[in-house]
């Protein structure tokens, strides 16, 4: 049996060396990037809005956990990477490509990288919402887009998401509301008041949505709304 030995790199905290302690905390920061990775895909892209007005979707239906949960992520993390294209394509441009390279350093990197992240954050964040946030810390009126800090962007962005997202998940449950009302009362006035409405709306609800490629029209209209 042939044996490779594969030297894996000591992780010490306590070392003399500049050069180790150096890669060490690189080390550190990598991973702290990569675990916060989820929360920054969440937090700093469409995903928030689009996995609400999916999830909108589904509860409107009322098909319990039909698509499951699988499928609804698992879209919202492709429509996201559709919509965040453009941004994305900027932060490789102009920070990652760089970066391997050798042409700038992590600290410039970062910088560089967070510019598309803040614009396309900013163009979906309300204003009200972002002067909350550096009112509550204190900060002075921000000359341009790089004066704003992303600990108050980030906030103000997510909840002016969550707003939209449920703006639109009203819209999505006005139809869906209509047919359940109207079944209701035609079973009241039969008098089938033991029969369970959701029972019965639940065909006429799919059929409807498959009548007027509902998918279809949720997907374009969010797309629409970036």
């Known amino acids: 049996m ?10 010490d905290i ?8 150096t890669s060490t905390v690189q080390l550190l920061l990598l991973l702290t990037v990569l675990s916060l990775a989820p929360a920054i895909l969440i937090l700093m892209t469409s995903f928030t809005r689009i996995v609400i007005v999916l999830s909108f979707v589904r509860n409107g ?4 956990q039909m698509p499951p949960n699988q499928v609804i992520i698992g879209l919202a993390l492709f429509l996201t990477f559709f919509v965040m294209a453009p941004t ?8 990652l490509q760089p970066l391997f390279d050798g042409d700038i350093s992590q600290e410039e990197a970062f910088d560089e990288a967070t510019i598309p992240m803040k614009e396309f954050m900013a163009q979906h964040t309300r204003e009200r919402d972002l ?10 009126r921000p000359e341009s887009l790089e004066d704003i800090p992303l600990t108050s962007l980030v906030p103000a962005f997510v909840i002016s998401e969550l ?17 359940d009302m109207v079944v209701a009362s035609v079973l009241m006035s039969m008098g089938m008041m033991m029969l369970p409405p959701v029972m ?3 065909p006429f609800k799919v059929l409807l949505f498959v009548l007027v490629d509902g998918w279809h029209l949720v997907v374009r209209s969010l797309l629409y709304t970036f």
């Open 200 to 202: 019965i709306a639940l």
């Open 14 to 21: 306590f070392s003399d060396d500049p050069a180790n302690l």
């Open 61 to 64: 239906l009322a098909t319990q």
């Open 131 to 140: 002067a909350l946030f550096m009112g509550y810390a204190g900060q002075e």
């Open 2 to 11: 042939l044996l490779l030995a594969i030297e894996i790199p000591a992780l």
């Open 88 to 95: 994305f394509s900027e932060v490789n441009e102009a920070a």
């Open 163 to 179: 707003k939209t997202a449920f703006q639109i998940g009203f819209m999505i449950f006005v139809p869906f509301l209509v047919i």
